[in-house]
T-cell receptor, first 115, second 115 residues
Framework: AQSVAQPEDQVNVAEGNPLTVKCTYS??????LFWYVQYPNRGLQFLLK??????LVKGSYGFEAEFNKSQTSFHLKKPSALVSDSALYFC?????????????FGKGTRLSVIA | DGGITQSPKYLFRKEGQNVTLSCEQN?????MYWYRQDPGQGLRLIYY???????QKGDIAEGYSGSREKKESFPLTVTSAQKNPTAFYLC??????????????FGSGTRLTVV
């Protein structure tokens, strides 16, 4: 079975400081990993993905994520947070060789960037 | 512009009524999904369809029904058997031929409230 854990319900960070939103996963075999962002009363927007290759993935709006196979983690990072980054962030996973099974999403982490 | 359209944006249902949520996409995507979002619980999969006339149960299918008669349309009916239907409903799609290279494209959601 596939699963995703986002251990923090809420992350608070001051504007200009680096931010990290944590994600760990469990799949059989190699994973496809995604990060999405959701603004209030909106659908989810794709930020970035890891499939294969470089463990550091760069995405939209200056976000990046680091894939760590030994720790089964895919933490989202940004060097300098903006107030406009405040939103709900979701990590998602599916196994590489699972056919077309749906993505499994974490419970989400609410990021609050304080001016 | 291509995308997914969910309607209505807000929907109010009386106890014992069935309601149907609409999801239409013009992206020529093969697979479509319905997720339910509740505070603190992330996204939970209700139903999904990988091609026309395919319709598969997700993790929380009880009390819901639907169909996939056309590639671009994936309506979801919330029946009176659904005990707690108040939630935010999200529809998503992805091309089947390269799901590994794409994240999902999400609609803007329908907020259903039982009154």
């Amino acid at each position: 079975a596939q699963s995703v854990a986002q251990p923090e319900d809420q992350v608070n960070v001051a504007e200009g400081n680096p931010l990290t939103v944590k994600c760990t996963y469990s799949v059989s075999g190699n994973p496809y990993l995604f990060w999405y962002v959701q603004y209030p009363n909106r659908g989810l927007q794709f930020l970035l993905k890891y499939i294969t290759g470089d463990n550091l993935v760069k995405g939209s709006y200056g976000f990046e994520a680091e894939f760590n196979k030994s720790q089964t983690s895919f933490h989202l990072k940004k060097p300098s947070a903006l107030v406009s980054d405040s939103a709900l962030y979701f990590c998602a996973v599916r196994a590489l060789n699972s056919g077309n099974t749906p993505l499994v999403f974490g419970k989400g982490t609410r990021l609050s960037v304080i001016a | 512009d291509g995308g997914i359209t969910q309607s209505p944006k807000y929907l109010f249902r009386k106890e014992g009524q069935n309601v149907t949520l609409s999801c239409e996409q013009n992206l020529n995507h093969d697979a479509m999904y319905w997720y339910r979002q509740d505070p603190g619980q992330g996204l939970r999969l209700i139903y999904y369809s990988q091609i026309v006339n395919d319709f598969q149960k997700g993790d929380i299918a009880e009390g819901y029904s639907g169909s996939r008669e056309k590639k671009e349309s994936f309506p979801l009916t919330v029946t009176s058997a659904q005990k707690n239907p108040t939630a935010f409903y999200l529809c998503a799609s992805t091309p089947l031929t390269a799901p590994r290279d794409y994240g999902y494209t999400f609609g803007s959601g329908t907020r259903l409230t039982v009154v």
